[in-house]
Antibody, heavy 120, light 106 residues
């Protein structure tokens, strides 16, 4: 059974870079034709797609966030990450990692989510 | 950008009711639409992909349909486990979620 688990700091200061890691177990992020993504849910709001990374490293980013995000793969650790630069309090949210079905596809396996608060 | 307008935002219903949630896309997305269920403190669960394909293990009381750019999630007979928030997601161009529909006990 595929499982994903987010980890990282729960508190980030404004203007800093938010860094989260998703550890995948029960499957390989290097599997052919596999996609891995990040989604968030700000308090009281709906879900927002950040971006998805193909197993080759090719990214698919939300154009409204593209200048601020990267999603690197670490195949040696079976992990992928999210880096979001220049955060503001609007970036406070629960962040989820998930397995994608296609570059802009739906997501069939999700982590439990991690709350990240942006505050000084 | 493709906008997804989901309605209603809140729905009060009783066990056994037939429930319908709608998502309208701002342009054609063919059938590239998914539905998710989310309960408090839990990750979203994929219910339906490609507008009407039920995921493995999802009860048959859930169904999805499409008419032009309007998509519908129907729960034929609401069960106690179904009280949750539901989201649609288009994945035709990039990916956009609807704002969610909270199904609460009447």
């Amino acid at each position: 059974q595929l499982q994903l688990q987010e980890s990282g700091p729960g508190l980030v200061k404004p203007s800093e870079t938010l860094s989260l890691t998703c550890t995948v177990s029960g499957g390989s992020i290097s599997s052919s034709n596999s996609y891995w993504g990040w989604i968030r849910r700000p308090p009281g709001k709906g879900l927002e797609w950040f971006g998805t990374i193909y197993y080759t490293g090719s990214p698919y980013y939300n154009p409204s966030l593209k200048s601020r995000i990267t999603i690197p793969l670490d195949t040696s650790k079976n992990q992928f990450s999210l880096r979001l630069s220049s955060v503001t309090d609007a970036d406070t949210a629960v962040y989820y990692c998930a397995r994608g079905v296609g570059g802009y596809g739906n997501f069939d396996y999700w982590g439990q989510g991690i709350l990240v608060t942006v505050s000084s | 950008d493709i906008q997804m307008t989901q309605s209603p935002s809140t729905l009060s219903a009783s066990v056994g009711d037939r429930v319908t949630i709608t998502c309208r896309a701002s342009q054609s997305i063919t059938s590239w639409l998914a539905w998710y269920q989310q309960k408090p403190g839990k990750a979203p669960k994929l219910l339906i992909s490609h507008a009407s394909s039920l995921e493995s293990g999802v009860p048959s009381r859930f169904s999805g349909s499409k008419s032009g750019t309007e998509f519908t999630l129907t729960i034929s007979s609401l069960q106690p486990d179904d009280f949750a928030t539901y989201y649609c997601q288009q994945y035709y161009t990039y990916s956009t979620f609807g704002q969610g529909t909270k199904v609460e006990i009447k």
